[in-house]
């Protein structure tokens, strides 16, 4: 992929002006028209060999257009709390709103890809390949416009600059030793370089190589080619990247919540006694020096008056008020629609020594959305994979997800929803949306099917609890939940 960038290209002074003019004009153009229009975000990767001209290429930009709109990220070795979260965490905190611009100083091809490439380590570094293939191919799809340039310089040339930015005092501090080793490493690298890119070089996200050793040529190369990608997206509508395979039902018409036992015995006293034991339990496994080491994600998803904010308060009423925080979830704000589905979520991962509580999820856009018709097909079922690669993210950054399904009959909701209309503080729990999902319960039925089978998996699987008596769901909720954290904190003892 390289040898186009060893061609010498070169631009004279006279013709620079003549075409940074041009340029500059139609790119502040395109920039206006995409902040107007409002349609996507654009990514601008800048990656390559050291000394190649990443900041300064970074800084044409932000003068040719207006800095305003730009965003720039350089991300070096992760502080204490991106330490504590999966990898792309603080690459998903920096993502750019529809309609604004980011430019992203080698982005998640630092770290462990890096270290893959010194390591030499070849699993390593396909295994990031696959991750980061998933996590850009979830960009394109979600409308982002990602541009990721190369910009490359020989060896013969990275040597040279290396020594005139060594010999003056003033740019010496400019070359560090990771500059030095790439070039004493150079043939090694490139050659390990080589399966990177081209195992992340995508239809839908491609590498640009530029030939860096020129600054005229590869201001204008990078310029134009981004006013050109600009160009080709503003004059035809976005076209997501795939297509859905068909959900087709099961062969006997049975689904899997049906046969789920929803009613189990357990009186209020026995109840009482078993839940302040469980409660128990649950503070003690939170005030072990092992649970510093760890965060808990806790998910509830169910049908309307299942019971999902009694359990919640069950929880909570366990744990230090400083251990915990309650996310309640509900139609995307302004500002969460301009980003892509799952960034609201991944904003609030929780840090280690901490509960975070989801009241609804990211489920929501394989359940409401998909049965309300909010989510196209093709975006509900790329969900699902989507879905199950950020719970693994999160269980490798060893946060626990436990995810709990509560489950009622048509006939319990029902009696729950007239208790609510009668007693006074419990009217605010009763909305007409909520009369309107019962005309469409054997739709959520479907789609809540459809949504454990594909999203259970071995480190994040789901609780089904049937929830006619409310007693036995919470305490089996909080047993489930000791069970999980009990089980993490052995396992990295």
């Known amino acids: ?147 990721k340039f190369w910009l490359h310089l020989p060896k013969a040339d990275l040597k040279k600059r290396i020594k005139k930015l060594e010999s003056d005092p003033l740019t010496e501090w400019r070359v560090g030793e990771s500059d030095r080793w790439f070039l004493k490493n150079y043939d090694e690298i490139i050659a390990n370089l080589q399966p990177m890119l081209q195992g992340t070089n995508l239809a839908f996200a491609p590498w640009r190589v530029v030939e860096a050793g020129d600054a005229n040529y590869r201001s204008i190369s990078v310029g134009q080619q981004l006013l050109e990608a600009l160009n080709a997206r503003f004059d035809k509508q976005f076209q997501p990247y795939g297509e859905a395979a068909p959900l087709l039902p099961s062969v006997d018409g049975v689904r899997l919540l049906d046969r789920l036992e929803l009613t189990h015995a357990l009186d209020k006293k026995d109840y009482e006694k078993r839940l302040a034991e469980v409660q128990g339990r649950l503070n003690q496994l939170t005030r072990k020096r092992g649970f510093k080491k760890m965060g808990v ?84 079922m790329r969900a699902y994979s989507e879905i199950n690669d950020f719970e693994a993210q999160l269980d490798a950054a060893n946060t626990v997800v436990v995810k709990f399904w509560l489950a009622i009959d048509p006939d319990e909701q029902l009696r729950r929803f007239k208790e609510r209309e009668a007693i006074e503080w419990k009217r605010f729990k009763i909305t007409d949306e909520d009369w309107r999902n019962r005309d469409k319960w054997d739709d959520y039925i479907i789609a809540a099917s459809d949504m454990i089978d594909r999203t259970s998996s071995a480190h994040a699987p789901w609780h089904l609890i049937g929830a006619n008596n409310k007693y036995h769901a919470r305490v089996t909720i909080l047993e489930k939940l000791c069970d999980a954290i009990e089980a993490r904190l052995k396992r990295k003892e």
Do not use: C
Not at 19 to 48: H, M, N, T, Y
Not at 82 to 107: C, S
Not at 125 to 133: A, D, G
């Open 1 to 147: 992929m390289f040898e186009s960038a060893k061609l010498g290209h070169k631009i004279d002074k006279d013709d620079y002006r003549e075409r940074e003019a041009k340029l500059r004009e139609a790119l502040l153009a395109a920039q206006f028209k995409l902040k107007q229009q409002g349609d996507f975000p654009v990514v601008i990767l800048l990656s390559g060999v050291p000394t190649g001209g990443r900041g300064e290429m970074a800084s044409q930009l932000n003068e040719w257009m207006d800095p305003r709109h730009i965003e720039s990220h350089a991300f070096g070795l992760p502080n204490d709390e991106e330490a504590e979260k999966p990898p792309l965490w603080r690459y998903w905190r920096a993502l750019p709103p529809k309609g604004k611009t980011a430019i992203f100083f080698d982005g998640w091809y630092l770290g462990p890809m890096w270290d893959a490439l010194r390591s030499g380590d070849k699993v390593a570094l396909q295994r990031e390949i696959e991750r980061i293939t998933r996590f850009e191919r979830m960009l394109a799809s979600e409308g982002v416009l990602l541009m």
């Open 297 to 380: 994600a806790a998910v509830f998803e169910g049908m309307d008056a299942a019971g999902k904010g009694g359990a919640i308060r069950r929880i909570t009423a366990a744990l230090d008020v400083r251990q915990y925080g309650i996310v309640p979830i509900a139609a995307p704000t302004e500002e969460e629609r301009a980003q892509p589905y799952l960034w609201r979520f991944w904003r609030h991962v929780p840090s280690h020594g901490q509960v975070r509580i989801f009241d609804r999820s990211w489920y929501g856009r394989v359940l409401v959305e998909r049965v309300e018709g909010f989510a196209s097909q093709f975006d509900w």
